[in-house]
């Protein structure tokens, strides 16, 4: 468990990005984003789908977001090309399928391409702050501070699942892909789990008003800053 | 005196919820995120995710006695989501959040004993998951595929979605019974 935490933890933070490429604002960079979607879902020709791929492709030279974003991303658009194409030829035959099929594919992948930028180029405190003029101040709140002890709550819940091991619950790795294992799960390691969730956010809560959390609307600090 | 005064300036703004009910929302908002990121890295299973969706949703309903729960559950989801960089949908990521969550709202008010049969939260669970139907429609029909395309492609995309919706659900009965038990939830 503690290994599969460490993982779990690793590939949730792993997406918190580090500031690279120009320093543009989050709110700017967001709109951007947004309008390039909105083109996206507008193009129809296929001269506009590339001057959308070339603006999107300056983009990501801009940020320098290396050879992994090309990877991942090509990955998620063949799988995707791979499905609509398919649905088209079954539709209207190979010959007249296949192309149609890859044009929308690559439009729907241009449509979400901005979205992946945006995220990957915005560190995760400039999000909050700009998700918090467009949400109530609290709500950001609570959305920032949930990300922040995300950390501490998978200790917590850790330390849970290694102490009911050690009494015999039966609730390795191994066991849980046995449906008759699954009463052990929930006994010993959701019920507890979501009891130690509701104390953090109890805790977390009596701290924020001790510190007359409330009190004023404009936060000057995002966990993250 | 000053314990009313308190309690109602705490319940004051953000849909009228009190803070460690709306920071426990949050968690199960970073537990449908937590596991849909861990899950993508051994399975590429259709739908999925809906496993984790579904029981964090109806988990954030049946524990918190307020009316949009579920709602809120999925809103914050889809913000991290968002914020993230989880799934591809963009900002159409809300919807995927917000809808099955709706769905879980509305069957509370209408069934507010939902929780304890297994029948009813199955149910739930099936109608929230097929909310995958809708949210891949919008984004096709936005795309401009072809209609009966778009059925088959959202069809696909929901009806295992609708599987997974049906067996997270199961595990909410016992888990809420028990929490009942324990004097955890109080309504």
Known sequence: ?225 | MIMKERKGREKAGFFNIHLKDALFLGFCAVFILIFRAAFRLHLNITGHSMLFSIFFLLLARGCISFRLAASLTGLLAGCMAIILGLGKGGPLLLLRFVLPGLIIDMGAFCIPSMFRSYVLCALAGAVASSSKFLSTYIVDTMIGMEKSIIFQHALIESGAAILFGIAGSFFIPPVIRRLKAYGVIDY
């Open chain 1, 1 to 225: 468990m503690r290994r599969e935490g460490g993982l779990l933890c690793n590939e949730v933070m792993s997406r918190y990005p580090d500031q690279q490429g120009m320093n543009i604002p989050a709110g700017l960079k967001l709109l951007c984003c947004t309008l390039l979607s909105i083109c996206a879902f507008a193009a129809r020709p296929v001269w506009a789908l590339i001057v959308l791929s070339l603006i999107n492709l300056l983009i990501v030279l801009a940020f320098r977001l290396g050879i992994s974003f090309f990877k991942k991303e090509i990955r998620v658009f063949i799988w995707q090309s791979l499905i609509i194409m398919g649905l088209y030829s079954l539709r209207f035959g190979f010959d007249h399928g296949l192309l149609p099929g890859f044009l929308t594919s690559w439009q729907l992948f241009l449509a979400f391409v901005p979205g992946v930028m945006f995220i990957q180029t915005t560190p995760r405190s400039q999000v909050a702050r700009t998700l918090s003029r467009i949400m109530p101040w609290k709500m950001a709140f609570v959305l920032s501070t949930s990300m922040q002890f995300m950390g501490l709550l998978l200790e917590e819940i850790r330390g849970i699942y290694e102490a009911q091991a050690l009494k015999g619950g039966r609730i390795l790795l191994k066991d849980i892909w046995k449906p008759w294992n699954w009463p052990d799960l929930v006994h010993c390691l959701i019920v507890p789990g979501i009891v130690q969730s509701m104390a953090v956010a109890n805790q977390i809560a009596l701290a924020a008003k001790a510190r007359d959390f409330g009190k004023n609307n404009n936060r000057t600090y995002w966990p993250g800053d």
